[in-house]
């Protein structure tokens, strides 16, 4: 077993403090590769920010469970290189099995999601309860969910959400003891989050979706007030990357995000922790199609991935700096 303290990583317990406490949410980007890692850690030192590495089942199958232990112990030493030693937590996304939380944590993980939404309500408690125990014997936070968010992200799939219900919340996180709490309050999985007859438009014909129901977080913040509350499903889908992408031979229809003051809104209540993964997928492939198109005799890896870093970082930044608000909080 390998403790998370031996890899310079932290838990998530005192940041989500700090972050409720200042009004911020702390980001939670998803990576599988070593650029998207290098784009993370540079933009959140650059800009001061503490993080939480993010990674789902399926990236942990890409990028193997070793090399991503060796990776997030590089991230601490690399923040450290780059001149800041800002606070990184190694968290599972949307764990579905004890098994595959207890392993993570044997790894080095310092938090963990186990996602038992998709259960009925009695066995979301007990699965959950069962990973609170093991985790918080070895100082690891854990994250809950209840509600169910549609949409498409690597293992989990979900055609239609349910909205989390106020009066389970209480009961749950009392009967399980997790560290916070996943909610479903509109926000959805993928670049297609809403429909375009979902939408109405703008002066200008952009479409604009329908906003979070956040009667449904006033109500929960009010149940369980100072309790850490997480957003999933929320990239804006930067429709610069997306006119990108389809520019250059790409074919991405209905892709609409949440926008971001919307989540600037959000990160200013008990909301302290706001999950982005398909925004860096965008930004990356964005720069990548381009490189491709301008120059089709390309074939060094290093001459498109570079680009495609930079502009993860870019994207990054203005996310700590302008969506979230955790820039300068480390």
């Given amino acids: 077993m390998v403790s998370y303290k031996e890899l310079g990583l932290v838990n998530s317990k005192e940041l989500f403090k700090k972050a409720i406490k200042g009004k911020y949410a702390i980001p939670a980007f998803n990576f599988n590769n070593m650029e ?83 259960l009925p309500y009695e066995e979301n408690i007990a699965l959950t309860k069962k990973v609170v125990e093991y985790a918080h014997k070895h100082d690891v936070t854990v994250e809950g969910e209840l509600g169910i968010l549609a949409g498409v992200e690597d293992d989990v799939m979900a055609e239609h959400h349910t909205y989390t219900r106020p009066d389970e919340v209480v009961d749950f996180v009392t009967r399980t003891g997790v560290d916070s709490l996943a909610i479903s309050i509109g926000t959805s999985h993928g670049a297609n989050k809403f429909t375009p007859e979902q939408c109405t438009r703008d002066k200008n014909g952009v479409l604009i979706p329908p906003p979070l129901r956040f009667d449904i977080l006033e109500e929960i913040e009010k149940r369980i007030p100072g309790f850490p509350i997480v957003l999933h499903g929320s990239s804006s889908v930067p429709q610069e990357y997306v006119k990108t992408i389809n520019k250059y031979g790409g074919n991405l229809k209905d892709s609409i995000g949440i926008p971001e003051d919307q989540l600037r809104h959000a990160a200013q209540s008990a909301v302290c922790k706001i999950n982005i993964d398909s925004d860096g997928r965008l930004a990356m492939t964005a720069a990548v199609r381009e490189v491709f198109a301008k120059n089709p005799a390309e074939f060094d890896p290093r001459k498109y991935l570079g680009p495609a870093r930079e502009e993860l970082k870019k994207l990054y930044m203005h996310k700590t700096k302008y969506v979230l608000g955790s820039a300068g909080k480390a």
Avoid: W
């Fill in 36 to 118: 998207q890692l290098q784009a993370i850690i540079a933009a959140c030192v650059e800009t001061k920010s503490p993080v939480i590495l993010q990674v789902s089942s399926g990236a942990r199958k890409y990028a193997n469970q070793t090399l991503l232990r060796y990776m997030a112990q590089g991230a601490v030493e690399y923040a450290k290189e780059l001149g800041y030693a800002i606070p990184i937590v190694l968290h599972l996304d949307h764990g579905d099995s004890f098994e595959l939380c207890k392993d993570c944590i044997n790894m080095g993980f310092s938090s963990v999601m186990i996602d038992g939404s998709h």
